[in-house]
């Protein structure tokens, strides 16, 4: 069977059982930042609060790192940060910045 046709017969995430009930689990809740950041996908999706899926995209994501202070901190660093991105996406060019 095709992965397509796999993601076909999938039931919609408001259709199926909770996985952590079925396993005996505790729900686990969403941090404040997780929760800020799905109310954003919400208002750029056009709705006023956060539905079950933009939950479970902040629930599945994982923790970004943050931005360094030194590129923050203006041109006294910038050769440095443009330097140490440069660097990076060529050891990983299967990444692409937005």
Do not use: C, F
């Amino acid at each position: 069977m095709s992965r397509m046709a796999k993601k076909a017969e999938q039931k919609a995430p408001w259709k199926r059982a909770n996985p952590r009930k079925h396993g005996g689990k505790a729900s686990k809740h969403l941090s404040p930042a997780k929760k800020s950041a799905a109310k954003v996908l919400a208002k750029r999706a056009g709705r006023p609060y956060p539905n079950l899926v933009d939950n479970m995209r902040m629930a599945k994501s994982v923790k970004q790192k943050g931005v360094r202070k030194s590129i923050k901190a203006g041109p006294k660093n910038a050769k440095k940060a443009v330097k140490r991105n440069t660097a990076t996406s060529a050891s990983r060019p299967w990444r692409t910045s937005a």
